[in-house]
């Protein structure tokens, strides 16, 4: 699966940090209306229900103090190794580091695990989620070429080492 990420590794902070829980299924009419907002070719509404309560899979969501969800995370992790395959954020939410906090939450997670490294695939043109993503210290590990359908475009493949505790 792609990573698709629509955040910035800069803007204005947040007064607090968003809460980053556990995605529940009355998240995921909201989940759908960001992934609709924010990609070109998005999952299904279905795709998503059936990643809840899923324990191979790590289905994040980042919320405002009163509970409302303006970003998610999916990840999986097999064996040693992690993969990222979406990572949103509500388009009114954009800049306030909330795909950042996403981010160091699953990288948090997946170090706790003992992952020795967590991939992912991101947009060629997508300047805003590669600066995201080098800030937490990924770096190109390769491409995929004509990855993406809508529009029609390469995959970078993505990796962040992580160093034995």
């Known amino acids: 699966m792609a990573l698709r990420e629509t955040e910035t590794s800069s803007g204005p902070a947040e007064a607090s940090p968003p809460v980053i829980r556990p ?13 609709l907002a924010s990609f070109s070719d998005p999952w299904a509404r279905q795709a998503f229900a059936r990643l809840i309560g899923d324990r191979r899979v790590q289905f994040t969501v980042a919320c405002l103090p009163d509970g409302r969800v303006i970003g998610y995370l999916v990840a999986w992790f097999v064996m040693d190794e992690g993969e990222i ?37 991101v947009r060629d043109s997508n300047d805003r989620a590669r600066a995201l993503y080098a800030s937490r210290g990924f770096t190109e ?25």
């Open 23 to 35: 995605a529940a299924a009355g998240d995921l009419d909201r989940i759908h209306e960001i992934e």
């Open 85 to 121: 395959a979406n990572l949103a954020v509500a388009p009114e939410a954009r800049g306030r580091h909330v795909g950042g906090a996403l981010l160091d939450d699953t990288v948090r997670r997946a170090r706790a695990r003992g992952t020795s490294a967590v991939y992912l695939e």
């Open 141 to 165: 590990v390769g491409r995929r070429r004509r990855y993406y359908r809508r529009p029609v475009e390469d995959a970078l493949v993505l990796r962040l080492v992580l160093p034995e505790p």
